[in-house]
């Protein structure tokens, strides 16, 4: 989906990530937050909204349900107890995203990679995620050699193989402790308002 298009149906994902990406004039875009199955796009309809400001991109498929925007008002207006989830996923969404600000200020590279790594990982429920270099560049914000030089510290220590258009966690525990300390906290937040979020894997 791309900014400023309609919302004209809201998926929520069973499997597979999509991103939230702030979009620049000049076209640069950066990640704001990640969706999996703890949530769903058109966050902006729970608020009636009929249009997005954010581009939407499928970062990892899978399958999702999907609900016209009509049917979700519907359902936010006459199911308190969806309205209600709706709202905790809202707060929780909202933390990660201030979160993933703070991050983008305060900590190094390989720290913010690992935390990302790691949260596609919680989502995709896969230690082999199919994703590019360039792609880990874009969603954080840096050129293609600068994230290469902070993905081949991890691969040295260890924690992850790098492939042509895969990377492969192999020790979560160690990349959890090469993460700062932000994907603790954003999973900690998500596991707050929406529990059982995250199965014990």
């Known amino acids: ?18 991103s939230v990406l702030a979009v620049y004039a000049d076209g640069h875009v950066i990640e ?8 769903c796009t058109g966050m902006q309809a729970v608020f009636g909204a009929k249009s997005s400001s954010v ?19 519907r359902a936010m207006q006459s199911m308190p107890s969806f309205r209600g989830l709706m709202f905790a996923y809202v ?12 991050c983008n200020g305060s900590h190094s590279l390989k720290e913010r990679l690992a935390r990302w790594l790691l949260m596609m990982r919680d989502r995709a429920d896969n ?29 040295r220590a260890g924690l992850i193989e790098r492939g042509r258009r895969q990377v492969t966690i192999l020790d979560r525990q160690g990349l959890t402790e090469a993460s700062c ?13 929406l529990p059982k ?3 014990e894997n």
């Open 1 to 18: 989906m791309d900014a400023d298009s309609s919302i004209d149906h809201v998926f929520f994902p069973d499997s597979g990530v999509v």
């Open 32 to 39: 704001m937050a990640t969706i999996g199955r703890e949530g």
């Open 55 to 73: 581009q939407l991109l499928v970062q990892i498929p899978g399958s999702a349900a999907r609900m016209s925007r009509v049917a979700f008002t």
């Open 91 to 102: 707060q929780a969404f909202l933390e990660q995203v201030m979160l993933s600000v703070a």
């Open 127 to 155: 230690d082999a995620l199919p994703i590019t270099q360039n792609l880990l560049a874009e969603m954080l914000g840096v050129q293609r050699p600068t994230v290469t030089n902070a993905a081949k510290e991890l691969e």
């Open 181 to 193: 300390e932000c994907y603790r906290l954003v999973r900690a937040r998500v596991a707050f308002h």
């Open 197 to 199: 979020t995250y199965p």
